[in-house]
């Protein structure tokens, strides 16, 4: 793949994923605003970025960001915490989806122990996006090449998006309905 191509897919997966934090943030609005979120659907954007950020996104990521580094060492410190951040996002989007579990399974789980931890995840995860493209996705436009992008697709090969995609996997019919919703108003807004 072209670095382009490849640097212009990577900057849409995060345009989708900011998309899906946008919406979750709101529904803690409305949480913390005492009324009826969509529970279920808070766990559904939480389950596709664990099981395609998590999985998919952020490996390749790291692999990207190793060929990277071969190139220009002196990115070090910023790749690094990048890095450490994809462990952090994975560790905290399991607790948030537990505890989301457990308010669908009505188990006594306190307002401010969910409020502290989705605050976190969406703090820590607009910021990884944000750096990553303020800081990340130019240098890469610059350094990649296209037996880079070979490397890896091999290392991590890729797999149907399950929410955005052409097939819409089962368990997200509703939430890409409600996205897709979402995205129209705004387009109709702007
Ligand atoms: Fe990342
Ligand atoms: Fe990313």
Do not use: C
């Not at 009505?106 to 944000?130: G, Q």
């Amino acid at each position: 793949m072209k670095t382009a191509d490849a640097v212009r897919l990577w900057h849409d997966e995060h345009a989708r994923f900011a998309r899906l934090l946008d919406f979750l943030d709101t529904q803690m609005m409305v949480f913390h605003e005492g009324g009826h979120p969509n529970y279920e659907l808070m766990r559904d954007v939480v389950h596709y970025l664990q099981h395609y950020a998590d999985r998919y996104h952020h490996p390749r990521e790291d692999v990207a960001f190793e060929l990277m580094l071969q190139r220009e060492p002196a990115l070090a410190p910023q790749i690094k915490r990048l890095m450490h951040e994809h462990r952090v996002i994975n560790t905290v989007s399991a607790k948030l989806y537990k505890y989301l579990e457990d308010i669908l399974e009505d188990a006594f789980i306190a307002r401010e122990t969910v409020e502290a931890v989705a605050a976190t995840y969406l703090v820590y995860y607009r910021s990884h996006i944000a750096s990553e493209e303020s800081d990340i996705l130019p240098q890469a436009a610059q350094l990649m090449t296209e037996a880079d992008w070979a490397l890896v697709a091999a290392a991590i090969p890729s797999t149907p998006d399950p929410l955005f995609g052409k097939e819409v996997g089962a368990r997200y019919r509703e939430l890409h309905k409600q996205v897709a919703l979402e995205m129209r108003a705004g387009a109709e807004n702007a």
